[in-house]
């Protein structure tokens, strides 16, 4: 029997799905299906369609609320994904990890203290969205933190990544302040949630999300760095607004009414190394660079050395931030270094 689903929860070995017809079921990947050219940690993701196979059994499987029978649930195709967030996998013996598949933008929650995330950090996670077109809001947390220093410094951050034309937030997920000018943003979409470890998702998600009742943790002050409280990906329905409670999913996504919402929670990650993207497109995933260097002598240029370049004229006139060239060329050295395989 092959039904289809979507999936919403990823703890590593096991899949929640949720089926057409509103069933949750635990599933496996078919071990063949594994081995047909996926060289990835997670051949499946949250937020991918799926066709399930299921057989009847009286031993191992998963309860199916309609018959109250034993099935067991395999994974045993994925629909194409219309995008998806990838990074290269910390796993060196596989190509990629997918963060989310068919989402419709992306919320990277960043702190410059408390942890601090880097600016590498943050440009790359933006050039993977753009490369797959996938639209990302900065959320600047823990402004309830910050000395007089740091908000300066978070500022000049917010005034740069708005400059380049990403929309920012700063807000507290402790206090509240700012979390409110969110939930608009969320309304009928399907959100993913990423960021460095201890940079508050859990604290926002449950703040967004109240019945969601994350765990969260402190962060360590020997090393000012955040501890893993997330350890899979899920997807959260969101309350249709403030003053109404939250839920369980009750029916995919994809074919939500146009006012529900949901969040994919991810683990914390503390780099975000790129895969997949060549050489001559990366350019066209920095906005900035890509628009002085329409202007460059050669068509071909790599913005590092070439007479003529504008993108380093742009960066001499200071119209493009060092940061973010630094960004560039460091993801440059990625491919020239053979740091990630190719995709298939």
């Known amino acids: ?5 979507l999936v919403v929860k990823n703890t590593g070995s096991w899949y929640t799905v949720l089926t057409d017809d509103g069933q949750l079921l635990d599933c496996k990947v078919k071990g063949n299906f594994r081995l047909k050219g996926i060289r990835s940690t997670n051949p499946v993701a949250v937020g991918d369609r799926v066709s399930l196979s299921l057989t009847l059994s009286q031993g191992e499987g998963t309860s199916v609320p309609s018959g109250g029978q034993a099935a067991m649930a395999w994974i045993v195709g994925v629909e194409d994904r219309r995008n998806y967030i990838i990074r290269k996998s910390q796993n060196l013996s596989k190509q990629s990890h997918i963060l989310a598949a068919n989402v419709d933008q992306a919320f990277l929650v960043v702190t410059v203290n408390r942890p601090q995330t880097s600016t590498t950090f943050i440009d790359r996670f933006l050039a993977s969205a753009e490369a797959y077109r996938v639209p990302v809001y900065l959320i600047f947390n823990k402004i309830d933190q910050l000395d007089d220093d740091e908000r300066r410094y978070q500022e000049a951050m917010v005034n740069l990544y708005q400059t380049v034309g990403y929309e920012c937030h700063q807000i507290s997920a402790v206090t509240g302040e700012g979390v409110d000018a969110l939930r608009p943003l969320l309304e009928g979409k399907i959100t993913l949630l990423s960021g460095n470890s201890g940079v508050g998702k859990s604290t926002l998600i449950n703040r967004l999300a109240p019945h969601a009742n994350l765990r969260t ?8 760095t955040g501890m893993h409280t997330t350890t899979f990906s899920e997807m959260i329905s969101l309350p249709p607004s403030p003053s109404e409670g939250g839920g369980e999913l009750s029916s995919p996504p994809l074919e939500r009414s146009g006012q529900a919402s949901y969040l994919i929670d991810t683990p914390g990650i503390k780099g975000f190394g790129t895969f997949d993207i060549e050489p001559e497109e990366l350019t066209s995933y920095f906005r900035e660079i890509f628009h002085f260097s329409k202007d460059c002598r050669f068509s071909n240029c790599t913005h590092t050395h070439e ?15 060092e940061s973010r060239y630094q960004s560039y060329l460091s993801m440059l050295n990625d491919k020239e270094e053979g740091k990630y395989r190719e995709a298939y």
């Open 1 to 5: 029997m092959i039904v289809k689903g």
């Open 217 to 224: 943790a402190e962060i360590s002050d020997a090393h000012n």
């Open 307 to 321: 007479p003529g370049c504008a993108v380093l004229q742009a960066l001499q006139d200071h119209y493009i931030a």
